[in-house]
């Protein structure tokens, strides 16, 4: 059974069988390909988007990096929340790829940032001068790190926000496709109509071998960008396999309906959580369970050999309750889902 | 009918089953799964380096920058051929991985660096101070850019240089396989035992979708890598399915017969450039045909669709006879080998 | 009047008479010369360190940076407070030499971190694996950026959970010599002896027009970086107006006397601060002043044309008291002192 | 007797003075103050450039680094002369500044581009696409590095060229002035009226301690410069010191006396290459002298302890005539011109 993270399981079939038709004969390299251009034109008219530039890569990190890297200069200061995946979990790549650029991470309840406290901060860093360098960027993560989501008013008022000093909004979506089976919007409400500009679009979390779009609803915002993925080594020669990979997720719905399903088997262990005692962290509004169980449900699971990680980090080890964080795909097994809710309710 | 390049044509159907079975049920991430221990260690293997440390990458640019970025500081100097991929085709990211370090280039028939230019630039190259820089790495491509290739000894004898100035020896092995195939040495032979330090073995050009890997043959030159891999967006959080890529290739010789297959395609168009009065610019030893042609056979090349880069680039559109470069893959065509072969001997 | 900041004052006729001495005749550039051979054996002398590698550049951040990126990889932890000038102040220039090195900043009472606290983060940082990055180095600033100061023993504490940890302890000096003036130790005491690896003493707040050392104490830790500082453009052509500067300070105590004067004026405005009803949100254990002062007492001061800070940023304007800085130099002149004293006590 | 470098001579005492005055009471730091509003706008005036954006930085390295880093994306392709001092002496400082940008170096006699060959080398690189980078500016230095000097009419030849192709053109003036004194032209004749969009002028080889202002003839290319500047560590806090020395040789042409004096001085010594039988490999146009003399005559210098460098490096050791480079600055005594010129012609 495991738990630890929607990137230890599966393709989906789909996906597979969409590689494979995209293997025959010879195209030109580097995305110069039909599968690419149709995959690109997908995920702008999923984001109902028709001015948008779409590019892909294979990992959520070198995405998020990258349109950090375009979008802030090496000495911006790039406002994130405290738990961010930018900022905690992708090796200072952010700051690797802009050559410097500063995380200045803002708190939030439940891994959110508020607009207040984002109007506030922004208000700090506009007075920073030289020494604290100049603010560039707002990112935001949707659905959080915590499970959670920005519904579209939250996003616009950040958006508002961030626009009003000057600054874009990014989205890591690498959970895009949870938050918005969640909130059962349409993905323009959820991001270029709510303000955001720039969007990475997970497709490895939720289905694909390892692909992931970036977005820029405004095509200036992209100026060079192309030159900025092959210098970092993101510009894949042979794009029509990782184009397939977003293509097989934007045909006939299957990114909303995996997320569905990731979703669903969440909400079966949040609920499993509560009726055994336990509590949750945040409320369960994605594919992430945060929740803190009885020790005695916790060692139960470890002897069944149950994987899933503390949270938020090892050193809570020996605490009673234990916070865990329980992560669903659209293919972890339903029963697997199933017995672990025995272990939690027991 | 393509010639353009190796990473216009599709990857083996061994790679898309091997994918195809690495993809069912839950592993861990970030290259903790079985399928990437069962390829790293085929790649040890194949030569015959058990304590090497391997890696998987998903682009060849992405394999050069960060191998040099590990061998070289900042403020380094990369000693590589003027045409070598790292200087002309990467957009510059071996210094932006290594966040400045100088590629300095080295003439050399054929694409080849000689082991007298060498040292004599290495003498030079000790004598510039800081102004200059601190030699810090020799790269060289194996087959070159100019489709030839180093036999052992004379990789040997590159290393012999490089290592008496201290310095460590990178192969590009972008086209790995196709020196080998042509040499029928060992891997062995025209690497670590040659003096070999770093190898990017090519996947992509040669039956994969897009996967490469990095090898350090000592353990000690690989200190820290993974983060900086990691820094830089390059490692896939479902790895197996870059790592089932190279372990089909690397099973049961497939890499070797897929470069056999692509070398001896580009033997055919070597012989009909000649045959048709055409000038070989260099000997035909891997899968690339740089060659001169008469400017009638270029113009029925063009009518006919053929795709092909003039060499080294479009400035010398209208000369007479055409300098350009055809390239095969393991599954060009036999019968578009065959036409191209009659227009360039008409 | 003008206590905003120990850089706003000027230098000793001291140093500019060494500059004026060393100003004849030509000497080999970069360095090469014998005032810089006996600026960096008086700054060895000061700190009873024969061994140690001395180095001069100009700025602050300049030396910082360099030290940070010397010892850090760019997938490196830096780990300092959270009020650390490398943090706040100097516009991710770590983050930029380094290359993305990602600053880990802990909380601490009066500027200081401590042991403990360090020891519970590092541990930390040892489970963050490659999303993480990797713990890297340990910085502290003495005195500090509240105007306090860390003892040896202190120092020597956080130099042994560091070390414990495989990390190094970079102390940046700006005001070392205030520190030590407070402290009254031998400069060694407070550096290697207790454990610190790598330290930059200031000059520029000093006295200097524009010094600060650079101080390996092992000099392996040195390895490489004259080119280092040589790329990033900190290596001066005629370096001997440089070290001029530092050899000034560095002779006959002067260093030490300037800031006990910049000290002892501290003291005089501290005491002010509480004779007028004040609270000082520190001790005054060097050439700053962190106070709470009333509104009334600042609206004089402002009346009167005073300048100075307030603290930590400008938002706080209209509080009541109203927190802020006031930095005294060794030429803040008496009267000034005096002035700002009878302003804050009426 | 020291003809190695214009950088082993003093500073004028006009600079010392300057400096001194500018030594006392307090103002704000980070080039805040008077001095340096006035040395800005002594910048401008020299140049006749209002609108220009004027900033000091203390090396020469720096400077052009900067400039770099402001003109070109990591990505960009710098065009500059196979020998320019950025490609050669700065120990790859614009690529460590720029993150990576690649300097693409051009051959042309006399340490000049011509502008012939700046266009078929741009129309090379406007094709190299995602492969080569982005063609992102053009870098001339005058006078070069061999001692010659670029006139108005061949400036703006460049610079037309440059701007055809959407390019900006800098130009490395560390010998500015040298150039200025042997054409008779007015500093704006030979940039922006030329074309010039960015001029480095160099105050540290003629006779500041260490003094270089950037400058941007259109204040758009300065967005965001100060923080850039700020970020490397070259914003000094006690900027006036900085400014006092651009400003004392600003003030009544000491800038081009003292270029005319160094200029006078290799001109005796370029005279007596010649009447000793030797060959002047490049005409003598600023204040270096570039000449090939009978070994003897090399014998008989260094025999005299007489410091030179040979050219381009040590590697030419043995040769007969030896190639050698030897540079004059203000005040390299005449004593020691007249004795070296009777060692050439014995």
């Not at 390909?33 to 959520?60: K, S």
């Not at 508002?160 to 979506?173: E, T």
């Not at 497709?203 to 993925?229: C, H, I, S, W």
Request: hydrophobic letters at 45%; a negative charge.
């Amino acid at each position: 059974m495991n738990f630890a993270s929607d990137n230890s399981y599966a393709a989906h079939p789909a996906v597979l069988t969409a590689m494979a038709d995209a293997n025959s004969g010879a195209v030109m390299g580097y995305g110069a390909d039909p599968v690419t251009a149709r995959a690109e034109a997908a995920i702008r008219d999923l984001l109902e988007a028709p001015e948008a530039v779409v590019r892909f890569v294979a990992t959520g990190t070198a995405a998020n990096a990258l349109v950090c890297a375009q979008l802030s200069p090496s000495f911006g200061r790039i406002y994130c929340h405290d738990d961010a995946h930018i900022e905690t979990s992708e090796c200072a790549a952010p700051e690797f790829f802009s050559h410097g650029a500063k995380l200045v991470t803002l708190p939030g309840e439940g891994g959110r940032i508020d607009a207040a406290t984002l109007a506030q901060t922004l208000q700090v860093g506009a007075g920073v001068g030289l020494n604290g360098g100049r603010s560039a960027l707002v990112s935001i993560t949707n659905a959080t790190e915590w499970g959670t989501v920005y519904d579209p008013d939250q996003v616009a008022a950040l958006a508002s926000v961030a626009h009003a000093a000057g600054l874009p909004l990014h989205m890591d979506g690498a959970r895009f496709a949870n938050a918005v089976a969640t909130l059962g919007c349409s993905p323009a409400d959820l991001t270029w109509r709510a303000g955001v500009d720039a969007l990475c679009l997970g497709g490895t979390k939720n289905g694909a071998m390892g692909a992931e779009a970036m977005v820029f609803f405004d095509p200036a915002r992209a100026e060079g960008f192309d030159y900025r993925r092959k210098q970092s080594g993101h510009v894949m020669s042979k794009n029509r396999y990782l184009a397939a990979q977003m293509l097989a997720l934007a045909t006939d719905g299957l990114w909303l309906d995996l997320a569905h399903r990731a979703n669903t088997k969440a909400q079966v262990l949040g609920q499993a959580v509560v009726d055994g005692g336990g509590r949750l962290l945040q409320p369960v509004q994605s594919n992430g369970v945060f929740a803190a169980i009885p020790k005695a449900a916790h060692d139960r699971a470890q002897a069944a050999g149950v994987l899933y990680h503390l949270w938020p980090d090892k050193t809570v080890q020996g605490a009673d309750p234990v916070p865990l964080r329980l992560v669903t795909a659209w293919d972890t097994p339903d029963a697997d889902v199933a017995a672990m809710a025995a272990i939690l309710r027991s």
